[in-house]
């Protein structure tokens, strides 16, 4: 019996959920601060990912510093969409209530 099945699911739990994390952030930004400023702190994340990534000057304590940049290149950019979907969402539910109410 092979685990790859188990691994699948797994992967798809966990995009949701960072996608979802994605959704929550903007959410609470757009009620609670009033303004869209972490898009580039999800920005930064993803590039620092990638450069880790690539460029790997170093390993840290014998450990692959590639498999953390990619991680956080993924991460950073899924979260990223997601954040990107709520707030053009939002966006699109704000004009259709404003273009019903005239």
């Given at each position: ?17 960072v996608l979802f994390m994605g959704v929550?952030?903007a959410a609470v930004e757009t009620y ?71």
């Amino acid at each position: 019996m092979s685990d790859i099945g188990i691994l699948t699911d797994l992967w798809i739990y966990v995009t949701a959920i960072v996608l979802f994390m994605g959704v929550v952030l903007a959410a609470v930004e757009t009620y609670a601060l009033g303004f869209h400023r972490l898009w580039v702190l999800l920005l930064v994340v993803a590039g620092a990912g990638w450069v880790m990534t690539e460029i790997e000057p170093f390993s840290f304590a014998n450990s692959d510093s590639a498999t953390y940049g990619s991680a956080m290149a993924v991460g950073g950019v899924l979260t990223l969409a997601g954040y990107l979907f709520a707030t053009l969402s939002a966006v699109a539910i704000g004009r259709l209530k404003r273009n019903s109410a005239q």
